[in-house]
T-cell receptor, first 115, second 115 residues
Framework: DQQVKQNSPSLSVQEGRISILNCDYT??????FLWYKKYPAEGPTFLIS?????DKNEDGRFTVFLNKSAKHLSLHIVPSQPGDSAVYFC??????????????FGTGTRLTIIP | EPEVTQTPSHQVTQMGQEVILRCVPI?????FYWYRQILGQKVEFLVS????????KSEIFDDQFSVERPDGSNFTLKIRSTKLEDSAMYFC?????????????FGPGTRLTVT
């Protein structure tokens, strides 16, 4: 099941530069996308999300871009800080009759910020 | 800030034994979930729970698994007869009543080791 794909297992970025993490999906029924950050031995922490009716959502240093026609989203972190070093998961969801639905996760990208 | 808590943080059990993993979701949340992550793999959905019943479950969630909300605060995952392949990190998550956003908030996880 590869409905959500993160093709880069790892990424290294210099401190202060922009980090760009990418995610592709195949299921057109997804209508909500989220990014989670995960440190070792901790649960995923919600970062930012975007609805399929938008193409951009910004929150401080984090911006998520959605290209529905390409079924592609990206997370931009600028400027990157050492504390951003973690594994980043892209996740997708869709509304059901129950009002909420499971998240389908990508495999994650390990981001390392180099001081 | 409210958070999801999970106990124990690490559980070691012998194959064939029953285990119960416990979670306390965020207090005003209505939707509850269990996910798991086998070492080196993606986070996978197991089950969602709403209004005291299962709303969706994955293929992984077979008859060996059950969930319960025994009181107003706890949410438990029981594995009746553990197998070696059940060894994983198990994450509980919760989310609020349906709004325009779908954020699920995760606990720190329980590491289950089956020997």
């Amino acid at each position: 099941d590869q409905q959500v794909k993160q093709n880069s297992p790892s990424l290294s970025v210099q401190e202060g530069r922009i980090s760009i993490l990418n995610c592709d999906y195949t299921n057109s029924m997804f209508d909500y996308f989220l990014w989670y950050k995960k440190y070792p031995a901790e649960g995923p922490t919600f970062l930012i999300s975007i609805s399929s009716i938008k193409d951009k959502n910004e929150d401080g240093r984090f911006t998520v871009f959605l290209n529905k026609s390409a079924k592609h989203l990206s997370l931009h972190i600028v400027p990157s800080q050492p504390g951003d070093s973690a594994v980043y998961f892209c996740a997708a969801s869709g509304l059901t009759n129950f009002g909420n639905e499971k998240l389908t996760f990508g495999t994650g990208t390990r981001l390392t910020i180099i001081p | 800030e409210p958070e999801v808590t999970q106990t124990p943080s690490h559980q070691v059990t012998q194959m064939g034994q029953e285990v119960i993993l416990r979670c306390v979701p965020i207090s005003n949340h209505l939707y509850f979930y269990w996910y798991r992550q086998i070492l080196g793999q993606k986070v996978e959905f197991l089950v969602s729970f709403y209004n005291n019943e299962i709303s969706e479950k994955s293929e992984i969630f077979d008859d060996q698994f059950s969930v319960e909300r025994p009181d107003g605060s706890n949410f438990t995952l029981k594995i009746r007869s553990t197998k070696l392949e059940d060894s994983a990190m198990y994450f509980c998550a919760s989310s609020a009543e349906v709004t325009a956003t779908y954020e699920q908030y995760f606990g720190p996880g329980t590491r289950l080791t089956v020997t």
